[in-house]
């Protein structure tokens, strides 16, 4: 007998340009709809392409109210969101939190992960300079 186990993926989340769910996401896929707007979460005035793929915020925004989720980092957001509609796909859980724990994975992937959190802490650091309060203020603040 073999050490080895079988994976099985069992449920699906996506939060897309095109979709904020499996659903949303192949229908417009089916119909040809793009993802490539204006970019609006950074200043684009200095570049020569104006246009990309961004998930909207507003809903992303309104997929965290959905779950009960409080904003955080957008990358985190995001997979939060996903995450959450994998395991509802899967059948793992479902209603309303709290949920009973069980031992469950999941795997995400992202096309360029928190690039965007990093380029904000770069721009942050580089206008303010290193004024971060200390570990434990930071904990009272953010939970």
């Excluded at 300079?129 to 200390?134: E, W």
Aim: aromatic share 8%; hydrophobic share 40%.
């Amino acid at each position: 007998m073999s050490d080895r186990r079988r994976v099985v993926a069992t449920g699906i989340g996506v939060v897309t340009p095109i979709g904020m769910d499996e659903a949303t996401l192949w229908r417009n896929m089916l119909a040809g709809q793009a993802g490539i707007r204006p970019l609006t979460l950074f200043d684009v005035s200095e570049y020569k392409c104006k246009y990309g793929a961004e998930v909207s915020t507003q809903a992303l925004h309104e997929a965290l109210q959905a779950r009960k989720l409080t904003r955080s980092d957008r990358t985190v957001d995001m997979a939060l969101v996903a995450a959450g509609q994998a395991l509802e796909s899967a059948g793992v859980i479902s209603g309303e939190p709290p949920y009973e724990p069980q031992d469950t994975a999941v795997i995400f992937g992202s096309g360029i992960g928190a690039s965007h959190s990093v380029y904000n802490a770069f721009m942050g650091y580089f206008q303010k300079g290193n004024s971060r309060p200390a570990a434990h203020q930071r904990a009272a603040r953010y939970g």
